[in-house]
C-alpha cells in the first residue's frame, strides 16, 4: 500500500511516499527560504505562488526517487489545515485531481498530527497514551495522543509560536533567515546565563505558553544597551534567548506528561530540530526514566512524509475524505480523528 503526501501549508513545498504505514520511499522538500529571506519571514502570497509553480516537479522527484509511478499510488494524502489558505489550497487542490483522475481515495490529514505521527517512520508503531510538544514556527503545542489514539491539546501558545519568536529575534540581530538555525549556531559560541531574560507563565497552572513578552525583552535590552553606548555579545544574546524558550517548554512539557502519568514524550515540529531542545529532553527524560521519542531533522520540519504517514494511519482506519474536502487554517487537533 503506496501513499503518497502532500505538504503546503507553510513555505515547503513537500512530497513523501509511505509503503504500509511504517517504509519510506520518498521525501523530497522544495525549499522556499530564499525566496521569503529578504522579508525576514514567510509572506503568505509569495508561498502560494511558489507552491503552484514547486508542486508539480516535486511529485515527480518523488515518484522517481521511491522508483514508482503515479499509477502505482494507492491513495493521495494532503494537509488541510492548520496553515495558510493560499498555501494550503495549493495543495489540496492538487490533491484532489490527482485522486479523482487516477480514482484513489482522497484524506486530509491535520498538519499537527503528522508532525507528530512522522516518528513512526523511524520508531514504527506508536504506543499510546504518550504526550507530544509539537513546536514550528506557527505553532506550540502541548498534545495528548489517548490510548484510543485520538488526540487532546492540554496547552497552546497564546501569542508567538517558538520559531516565529526565533525568526524575529534573529531578523532584529542581523542574521538569516530562518532564525531558528541562526539562532542554535550562535548560541553554541554563548553564555546562557549572560542575560536573565523573563520565563513567561512558568509557573502557572496553565499548560499555555506565551513569546511575545521574552520577544520584547530582548529587543528592549539590546536598544538600552545601545543607548547606552555598549556592545552586547551577541552569542550571548543567542544563547540567553534561546534558553528562556528552552526551559519554559521542557518544564511545562515535563510537567503535563507527569499530571497525565505519561512516560513517553514525542518531540515534533521544526523547531525540535534545535540542538538545545533536543540535548535538554534528552538530559531530562533520561532522568526521570522517560522515553523520549525525537525524529531525525529531515522528519521535523514540514515535510510530505509526515503527511503520508498520517494519511496511511487514517486509511487503516477507513476514514478518507470526498471531494468536497475544504482547506481549514484553524484546523483544530480534536479535528484530526474525523479529518478535514
Do not use: W
Request: charged share 20%; aromatic share 4%; glycine share 10%.
Amino acid at each position: 500500500m503506496l501513499v503518497l503526501g502532500i505538504e503546503t501549508s507553510c513555505d515547503e513545498t513537500a512530497v513523501g511516499i509511505v509503503e504500509d504505514r511504517f517504509a519510506l520511499r520518498a521525501n523530497i522538500i522544495a525549499s522556499q527560504a530564499e525566496l521569503h529571506a529578504p522579508f525576514g519571514g514567510v509572506v503568505p502570497e509569495v508561498a502560494a505562488r511558489a507552491h503552484l509553480a514547486q508542486l508539480v516537479p516535486t511529485v515527480d522527484h518523488a515518484l522517481v526517487s521511491a522508483g514508482v509511478g503515479l499509477s502505482d499510488i494507492d491513495a493521495i494524502a494532503v494537509t488541510a489545515g492548520p496553515g495558510l489558505a493560499g498555501a494550503l489550497l495549493v495543495g489540496v487542490s492538487a490533491a484532489k485531481g490527482m485522486a479523482l483522475a487516477h480514482d484513489v481515495p482522497l484524506i486530509g490529514v491535520n498538519h499537527l498530527r503528522a508532525h507528530v505521527e512522522a516518528a513512526q517512520l523511524e520508531y514504527g508503531e506508536l504506543e499510546p497514551p504518550l504526550l507530544a510538544l509539537v513546536v514550528s514556527g506557527g505553532h506550540t503545542s502541548i498534545v495528548v495522543m489517548d490510548a484510543d489514539g485520538r488526540f487532546r491539546q492540554l496547552g497552546g501558545t497564546i501569542d508567538d509560536a517558538a520559531g516565529e519568536a526565533f525568526d524575529k529575534i534573529a531578523r532584529f540581530i542581523g542574521l538569516g533567515y530562518p532564525g531558528g538555525p541562526e539562532i542554535d549556531r550562535l548560541a553554541q559560541q554563548g553564555d546562557p546565563t549572560a542575560f536573565a531574560f523573563p520565563r513567561a507563565m512558568l509557573h502557572d497552572d496553565s499548560y499555555d505558553l506565551s513569546l511575545s513578552g521574552l520577544k520584547t525583552a530582548v529587543i528592549r535590552e539590546l536598544r538600552r544597551l545601545e543607548a547606552a553606548g555598549e556592545q552586547p555579545d551577541l552569542a550571548d544574546v543567542a544563547a540567553s534567548f534561546q534558553e528562556a524558550i528552552v526551559d519554559v517548554q521542557v518544564a511545562k512539557t515535563l510537567r503535563a506528561a507527569g499530571a497525565e502519568g505519561l512516560d513517553q514524550i514525542v518531540l515534533a515540529g521544526g523547531v525540535a530540530a534545535n540542538s538545545r531542545l533536543r540535548a535538554r529532553f534528552a538530559a531530562e527524560c533520561e532522568a526521570n526514566g522517560q522515553r523520549l521519542i525525537v525524529p531525525s531533522i529531515p522528519l521535523c520540519t514540514d515535510n510530505g512524509a509526515m503527511v503520508a504517514a498520517s494519511g496511511a494511519n487514517l486509511l487503516a482506519a477507513g476514514v478518507t475524505s470526498d471531494l468536497g474536502l475544504a482547506v481549514d487554517p484553524n484546523l483544530a487537533l480534536a479535528a484530526a480523528d474525523a479529518t478535514a
